[in-house]
């Protein structure tokens, strides 16, 4: 077995445990607010992570795109990401409507940590409900192409842990074919490397080329 299509099992396995988090966050949450705090962990934990591996927790840890990728994608139509999702002004508008929300609820809370936690379980239930029928109609990770905790991960980490992109590509347009939130790396030949924020970090594009023009450095 190739070293790729060995990172490809790993990552399908934690993914497997991983998705599990999503449905104790937001039904358990409902019941138990506090369980809101573990996505503040989780949020503390991907940006330091993205100072050194960028958008890693995005392709190989996170629940909701754990949950989109392995289980929404049963019943996915695999369309094409609509590109303005993908455009930095569209995701920096997203971003700042839902960080406006979001902090606006945490004010009405007053301080009351049960009623902080239940602000979080929100959050995370609200960005689900626009996922998945996003995710049914389109690719089953569509929502990770513009997440705002994406996009932030990936401005934090934006020159760490590239994907390369060697002169053996002969723009075939496979490994656009076969990426998660439908980024082209193709498009990006001449700089030799995708941008930190339109790649996950996952394997599958340079398990597919057949070129091997592909690979983290």
Not at 18 to 23: G, R
Not at 108 to 119: C, D, H, L, R, Y
Not at 162 to 172: F, V
Not at 176 to 182: A, S, T
Request: aromatic share 12%; net charge positive.
């Amino acid at each position: 077995m190739s070293k790729n299509n060995e990172q490809i099992n790993k990552r399908k396995i934690i993914q497997l445990i991983m998705w599990w988090f999503l449905p104790v966050i937001i039904i358990g949450g409902i019941f138990w607010p506090y369980l809101g705090y573990l996505v503040v962990a989780m949020v503390i934990f991907f940006l330091v992570m993205a100072s050194f591996k960028g958008r890693y927790w995005c392709g190989w840890l996170c629940p909701r795109g754990s949950f989109l990728e392995r289980i929404l994608s049963l019943v996915s139509r695999k369309g094409k990401v609509p590109l303005f999702l993908k455009n930095m002004a569209f995701r920096w508008i997203v971003f700042i409507l839902l960080m406006g929300f979001m902090v606006f609820r945490l004010i009405q809370t007053e301080g009351v940590w049960a009623k902080i936690g239940f602000v979080f379980v929100t959050m995370c239930l609200v960005t689900t409900v626009i996922a998945i029928p996003l995710g049914i109609i389109f690719k089953p990770r569509t929502w990770c192409a513009f997440c705002p905790m994406g996009t932030l991960q990936g401005m934090i980490g934006g020159r760490k842990h590239l994907l390369k992109i060697s002169d053996e590509c002969t723009k075939c347009k496979l490994c656009e074919k076969v990426c998660p939130i439908g980024t082209s790396p193709v498009s990006f030949k001449a700089d030799g490397k995708i941008k930190g924020v339109d790649c996950i970090k996952c394997p599958d594009c340079s398990a597919k080329c057949p070129k091997k023009a592909l690979g983290f450095k």
